[in-house]
């Protein structure tokens, strides 16, 4: 098996109202007819967003509802970053599960949830880097410290 | 936000079991002393394993059990790609929640669970293109057909 992800489905209850959230942070869809999902090209990966009954049948699980053990995280270049996103992120509706702070691990994060309860961790991890097209390396440097 | 994920962190319940599981499959963790978490460098994001009660209370939220309308999925090349990678999960004691068949929406995938139950669709899709270096585009042409 390779080791990357190409896809990330996050199971929706009210697609127009996810649509909506990530539209407000600034995520635009891949233009497309399909009316049941919609695809959002994020660097060398896609996130999609679909009707979570769907999903979990096409997944052959059982839902029992609420959070099943999976975080996804952006990493952002400062820690008044991370204070911009969640700014934003509750401006848009979300749930601040963490308010920004200093992490026992030696970043700076907080924590929103996506209106189906998906968490999404804002982090700036001084020992990652972050390129200039956004994707990240464990340890490493950034190749954009202009930009920051 | 920029329109990208840094990080994917699944929850599980025994770390070295799940570590086991991910390296027969052929992943290698990026070397580090912590042996409370397990990172994975996967193209320009990264996957992490860690103790899916730590990861609850880091991430806000009451941990219900079960699957919570996440799943991951990884493109390949052919659908004999998908037939072969399946075979390694089966044989690594994966679940196999649905297997090799052609798709409603004209591609060809199966699903495998890992030791926690966190699904992962393996699927040939002929209209999102897939490049050498392993990231994935909605729509598109593959760059590297020679290797296909």
Redesign the interface.
Known sequence: ????????????SDLERARRFYAT????P?P?ENDDIS?????????ALWD?AK??E???????????????????RSPAEVDA?IE??RAAGARI??EPAPTFWGGYSA?F?DP????W?V?HNPY?S??S???????GDDDDDAEA
Request: negative net charge; glycine residues 18%; charged residues 15%.
């Open positions: 098996m390779e080791q990357r992800i190409s896809l990330v489905t996050l199971g929706v942070l600034g995520w635009a891949v497309d695809f959002y090209q994020a660097g060398g990966m896609v996130l979570r999903l979990a096409d997944s052959a699980v059982t839902d029992g509802g609420g959070w099943g053990g999976v975080t996804l995280a952006q990493n952002v996103l934003e992120a599960g963490r924590l949830a189906d309860g998906h968490p961790e982090a990652w972050l390129q097209d956004g994707s990240v390396r464990v340890g």
